[in-house]
Each structure stands twice: as structure tokens, then as C-alpha cells.
């Protein structure tokens, strides 16, 4: 069976772009595929984090896996920090890897500014540290929005380059980016991304926004000129509330011009809000069913499942770069 790899990073709020553009789609691939869903933390701590509000969001963000549908007896969910592998194949990577690779990365250049001498080193290492999430566990498909295309891009480089300097070791994965929802805008300004760390709170609809906020937040939200309600490249802003109502309601675009045809935006704004608040109400009863001592037993079965895969990986590793695993301490227990 061919295996998935994908994570989102237990910071800020959870939004309907996450969902749209990733959560979704793993929900949908885990019956073809042998699946692993990691709450990646360590990614997290690239960027100052309350210790423990991380905590709290890292317990919070497998809830909303498991609520989502990914099914904890099918997919294996877990957390990156549980997994040391993932720390020590990104050393490893690291020295394969360029800085001017790293250095490229539109996500660095957002995230780090113009002002490069206080930005911690992680920031610039975050997409190996994503590299070895992916390679570690010989991962054939990443379900992913178009904002992490790039990333993935230097994934394949750095596998790769590592088969051909040491010998065929890393499968060589292929990124999943659904045609709708890859790219879900930010409802205040459509000229950027629907983003977690955005400090504009009414750009985003979080997956645990009560009835009244995602109203208010749809009410709000940014049209483009002119009056028509159709699927429009040259229209992003109304483009983007189609495609939420058309994922939403499960429409084909045909069907959802027809029925907004000759209808308003406040119309469209109200019925994008219904159709939104009817998904989330169900998710968010099913995020408070899941209690702490189920989460973790559900978290812990799952490191350890991945741990043993990610291990053979590192083992192999290790051997071709020519540092001996058998005087680890705990070789015998393995
Ligand atoms: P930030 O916006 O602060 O950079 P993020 O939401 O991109 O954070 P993650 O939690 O790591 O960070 O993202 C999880 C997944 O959600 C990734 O696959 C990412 O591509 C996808 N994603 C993020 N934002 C959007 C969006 N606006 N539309 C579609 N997919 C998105
Ligand atoms: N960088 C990703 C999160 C992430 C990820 C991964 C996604 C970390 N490791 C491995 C897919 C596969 C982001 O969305 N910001």
C-alpha cells in the first residue's frame, strides 16, 4: 500500500483554509492510502511560543484531527516531538542541504523579513526539518496547500541528492494539491492567503468560531466590483466565497452559479455564513466528545507505531553515511 505523510503546525487558530486545502483531503485519501497525520510542534517553535499555550494547542489540534474523520484505528496520528527520528534525520539532511536552497524559500522571505539578524536559525532550517517528516517514512503522496509546493519541491532535491551521493535510500514523494480549496483567501484582504498568523482576526473563519463570528466575519468580508457571482479568476474575492460554498455544500461550480444567479452579495454573504456554520456545528461537538485520557492513549499508539517505521529509516541512514548505530545504549531493546 502506498503511505501519505502530511501536518499542520499547533499554532494560532485552526481556519477554514487548513481544513479546505489540507485536513479535507486527508480525511479522503486515508482508506487508499497507509496514513500518517503528525501534529508537528518542533516546526512550531521556529517562531517564539508560549510554552504552555503550545501545549494546550498541540492536545487541541489532534482533537481536530480526529474530529475532522481521520480515524485513529485506520491512520496512524501522533506528534512530532514524540518521535526523535525526526530531529536526528534533520541534522542529517542539513548537511546535504545549501543555505542559498534555504535562503530562496518565499515562506523564509515572508516569515523573516527584511531585518535577518534576530531571526532564529530555525526559521531558515524549517523546510528540512519538513523534508525528514516526509523521507523518514518513504512517503509516496503529501497532501498539501499551494503555499507549501515549494517545500515539498526541495524534498524531492534533497532525496535525490542524497540517493545519488550514498545509494538509493529515500523514496522520492509527489505532492497532493486538491484542485479546489489549495488557495482559500483571506475574507479581508484576497491579496494574501487565508493565514493563521495573520493579525487581522476577521480574515480568517477558525474551525471553532461560534455562529455569531462566522456571520459577522462573512458580513464583513471584502467583495470585488461589479455584481456577478460567478467562478472568476479576475474576481478573487467572490471566487473565493464560491469555492467555500461549493466544497461545503458538496456543489459542482455549475450548480452553485445557477443558484446564486441574479442574487446579491449579501445573499451570497449570508448563505456562505449558513453553509459554513452547518459544517462547523457537528465538528465542534465532536472536538469537546474527545477526553484527555482517550487523546493520549490515541497519541501514544501512534508514536509508537511511527517510531518503528521512521527508525528502520534513520538505521539505513546512518549506515550509508557511515555512523554506526550499534553502540546506541538502547540498541538491544529495539
Ligand atoms: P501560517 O498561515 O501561519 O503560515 P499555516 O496555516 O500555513 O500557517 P499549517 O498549520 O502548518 O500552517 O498548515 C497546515 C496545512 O494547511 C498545510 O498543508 C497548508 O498548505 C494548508 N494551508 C494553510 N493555509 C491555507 C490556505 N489559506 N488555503 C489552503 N490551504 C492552506
Ligand atoms: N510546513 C507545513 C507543515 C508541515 C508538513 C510537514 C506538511 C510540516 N511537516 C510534512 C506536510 C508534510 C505547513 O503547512 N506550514
Known amino acids: 500500500m502506498k503511505r501519505i505523510f502530511s501536518g499542520a503546525q499547533p499554532t494560532g487558530n485552526i481556519h477554514l483554509g487548513n481544513y479546505l ?53 485506520v491512520s496512524i496520528i501522533y506528534v512530532q516531538s514524540d518521535v526523535s527520528e525526526h530531529a536526528e534525520l534533520a541534522w542529517i539532511l542539513n548537511c546535504v542541504t545549501r543555505i542559498s536552497e534555504l535562503e530562496r524559500m518565499t515562506q523564509f522571505k515572508d516569515k523573516a523579513g527584511k531585518q535577518r539578524e534576530g531571526v532564529g536559525a530555525g526559521l531558515l532550517n524549517y523546510p528540512v526539518l519538513m523534508a525528514s517528516d516526509i523521507l523518514l517514512f518513504q512517503t509516496d503522496l503529501v497532501p498539501i496547500g499551494q503555499d507549501q509546493k515549494q517545500h515539498l519541491e526541495l524534498t524531492r532535491d534533497l532525496a535525490l541528492r542524497f540517493n545519488r551521493d550514498y545509494g538509493e535510500t529515500f523514496r522520492v514523494p509527489d505532492a497532493f494539491i486538491p484542485q479546489a480549496g489549495a488557495k ?23 474551525l471553532m468560531d461560534d455562529a455569531d463570528a462566522v456571520r459577522r466575519k462573512f458580513k464583513r468580508a471584502v467583495t470585488d466590483s461589479g ?88 538505521d539505513d541512514v546512518m549506515q550509508r553515511l557511515g555512523l554506526d548505530g550499534t553502540r546506541r545504549p538502547n540498541r538491544a531493546r529495539e
Open 227 to 314: 455584481t456577478a457571482i460567478t467562478f472568476d479568476e479576475t474576481r478573487p474575492a467572490i471566487t473565493n466565497l464560491l469555492t467555500i460554498y461549493q466544497i461545503l455544500t458538496g456543489q459542482t461550480t455549475l450548480e452553485v452559479e445557477q443558484h446564486f444567479a441574479g442574487k446579491g452579495y449579501a445573499a451570497l454573504k449570508s448563505e456562505v455564513a449558513d453553509a459554513t456554520i452547518d459544517f462547523l456545528r457537528p465538528l465542534q461537538e465532536r472536538v469537546r466528545g474527545y477526553g484527555d485520557e482517550e487523546l493520549d492513549r490515541i497519541l501514544a499508539g501512534g508514536s509508537e507505531r511511527a517510531r518503528h517505521i521512521a527508525r528502520a529509516t534513520l
Open 21 to 73: 486545502g489540507a485536513l479535507r483531503n486527508w480525511v479522503e485519501l486515508q482508506r487508499e492510502y497507509e496514513s500518517l497525520f503528525c501534529i508537528v510542534n518542533l516546526h512550531a517553535i521556529t517562531l517564539p511560543q508560549d510554552p504552555q499555550a503550545l501545549a494546550q494547542k498541540t492536545r487541541d489540534l489532534a482533537r481536530l484531527y480526529l474530529a475532522s474523520g481521520i480515524d485513529p484505528q
Open 184 to 206: 482559500v483567501l483571506s475574507l479581508s484582504d484576497p491579496a494574501k492567503k487565508m493565514s493563521k498568523s495573520d493579525a487581522d482576526a476577521n480574515g480568517s473563519i477558525n
